[in-house]
């Protein structure tokens, strides 16, 4: 069996705690590896050896840094094949978008080539007389990142990439579910230049993150994952006087407005809200027609395409349109959720309980579910399911749909589909949500723009990548100097020449 370890000071290390998980193939249900699980020992001692490390590498001028980024980014090229294959041995996600997740990591690698322009600070000439003010971004030391399992490669490159580029030195726990990416990183990251120590992996699960959150060294945490989770990572960090910003769950709707094209409603639905079996935190899970009669004919539009879609093993190359679920536990919560609708009057549409796949029939695969005349009161519409189910809340009206979208606690992704740009307009400056799609079902923005939702889909007030990343990962110094006068009448300011 294939043993994950840690990668510290450039090496593989195994770990030392001797607890480990399983990391599954979704795709056959085997276990195909087990990943160490860090002490809070082992967490403090690669700590300590970041923060050594990071001195030097941020005295480094930031045009060489930069160039460390550049010249990963050309690695990340090079091996973009193999990365997906791990990606999607682990996570169970299509060869496809596994290339995608490293792709929209790397852009954000790309936007970190920019750090010398990023970090110039600001200058005051004569802010008073003979005084210039000038303000620096100091990296804030070494900062932390604790990713969840459903980007293995895109979340790490958004944590990792930023904090190293601005000087910092950084400490990666990936998800325990698909750690094999995230070392496959930090490998290209060593080739690419980067000082051993200035990165650092390590695995693990709830006692490495409590290691982190207690630990003194460490002066910024960045963690995307689940919103319980995202809400008790800010407040016990907070509580140790960190910098702290965490991106939690979703639960994105779609109102769909009379006036749409609806055969293009139908299809960006079907993407958004199966892809990547519905593991997405921009997924669409709820769709909100507004009129009985856009819900009857969108309905009839979604139900043979979603019949349609394949479901099958990454293995099949592009031949699949989603895979399987991570684990037998995702799988069951969603089965649970399914029937929970089912029990409390939902219209199951389109019915993917009895879903199998022939040779196999272990993998964590879920058939596609679409529920339709779900009503804001059942867990199916307020719990993120993070599985392929689409619910359909009917709305009587635009008002009713955007206040639907509204009450939700969750606001990280939102879209509306219609040909009226006054009540697209409406909808964009009036909805609480982070990110908002027009006619675009997953609106995530590029890397030079910055990516966060709202209520309950945040905790911390800076975005991910785009400029706030820098802001996050450097602490501003404000310097005020004066230098007495008069010092130059004694010096020669003739330059020199040759007689
Ligand atoms: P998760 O919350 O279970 O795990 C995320 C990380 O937290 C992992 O590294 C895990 O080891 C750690 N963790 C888990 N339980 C912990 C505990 N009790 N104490 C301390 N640490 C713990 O999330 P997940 O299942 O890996 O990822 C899916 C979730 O992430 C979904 O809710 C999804 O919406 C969200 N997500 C959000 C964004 C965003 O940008 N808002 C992006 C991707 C995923």
């Known amino acids: 069996m ?20 399983d990391v599954w193939n979704p795709a056959t249900g085997e276990v195909q590896a087990q990943v160490a699980l860090a002490s809070k020992a082992e967490l403090d001692a690669a700590v ?16 060489r840094r930069a160039r460390v980024m550049m010249k990963f980014v050309s690695l990340l090229h090079r091996d973009m094949d193999k990365l997906a294959e791990a990606l999607s041995r682990e996570h169970g996600k299509t060869i496809p978008d596994a290339k995608g997740d490293v792709q929209r990591g790397l852009e954000v690698v790309e936007f970190c080539i920019g750090a010398p ?37 895109m979340i790490p490159m ?101 006036d749409a094209d609806l055969d293009q409603a139908a299809d960006a639905l079907v993407g958004a809200g199966y892809g990547a079996a519905g593991e997405r935190c921009m997924a669409i899970s709820v769709a909100v027609p507004v009129g009985e009669e856009t819900a009857d004919r969108l309905i009839e539009k979604l139900v043979p395409k ?28 969603i089965e649970r959720l399914v029937q929970s609708g089912v029990d409390a ?20 695969f879920v058939g596609p579910h679409l529920f339709d005349r779900v009503t804001p009161d059942m867990e199916i519409y307020q719990k ?32 509306i589909f219609t040909r009226d740009g006054d009540a697209a307009r409406d909808f964009a400056n009036r ?32 975005n991910q990548h785009g400029p706030d990343a820098f802001r996050f990962y450097t602490k501003t110094k404000t310097v005020t100097s004066r230098w007495p006068s008069g010092i130059k009448e004694g010096g020669e300011f003739t330059i020199p020449v040759m007689e």
């Open 48 to 63: 300590a050896d970041a923060a050594a490390a990071q001195p030097a590498w941020a005295a480094m001028n930031p045009q």
């Open 306 to 333: 979603i019949e349609a879609l394949k479901v099958g093993p990454y293995t099949s190359g592009n031949d699949v349109d989603y895979g399987p679920v991570v684990t037998p536990m995702a799988k069951q919560n």
């Open 384 to 415: 993120e399911i993070f599985g392929p189910v689409l619910s359909t809340v009917r709305a009587g009206s635009y008002e009713e749909a955007l206040k639907l979208a509204m009450d939700h606690e969750y606001g990280n992704g939102t879209a």
């Open 158 to 258: 958004w944590k990792m990439a930023p904090a190293i580029v601005c000087g910092n030195a950084f400490i990666l726990k990936p998800s325990e579910r698909d750690p094999s990416v995230p070392m496959m990183l930090a490998e290209l990251m060593q080739e690419a230049g980067l000082p051993d120590g200035v990165l650092q992996v390590v695995n693990g699960d709830k006692d490495s993150v409590d290691a982190i959150l207690d630990n003194d060294t460490i002066s910024g945490i960045g963690f995307v994952g689940s919103t319980p989770i995202a809400q008790y990572i800010y407040e016990r960090g907070c509580a140790n006087g960190k910098r702290v910003q965490c991106f939690g769950g979703a639960k994105n709707h779609m109102i769909i407005m009379p």
């Open 431 to 462: 909805i609480n949500v982070g990110m908002v799609g027009i006619n675009v079902p997953i609106p995530v923005p590029l890397a030079y723009h910055t990516f966060g939702g709202w209520k309950k889909s945040v905790f911390g007030d800076l």
């Open 117 to 153: 322009h990023m970090l110039k600070g600001e200058f005051t000439d004569s802010a008073g007389p003979g005084i210039d003010m000038y303000s620096l971004r100091q990296p804030i030391g070494v900062a932390a990142g604790i990713t969840p399992f459903n980007f293995p490669a």
């Open 345 to 364: 009057g939902a219209e199951l549409v389109v019915d993917g309980r009895d879903f199998s796949l022939q040779g196999y029939e272990d993998g964590f």
């Open 2 to 21: 294939e043993q994950i370890g840690h990668w510290i000071n450039g090496k593989h290390v195994a770990g030392t705690s001797g607890r480990t998980a």
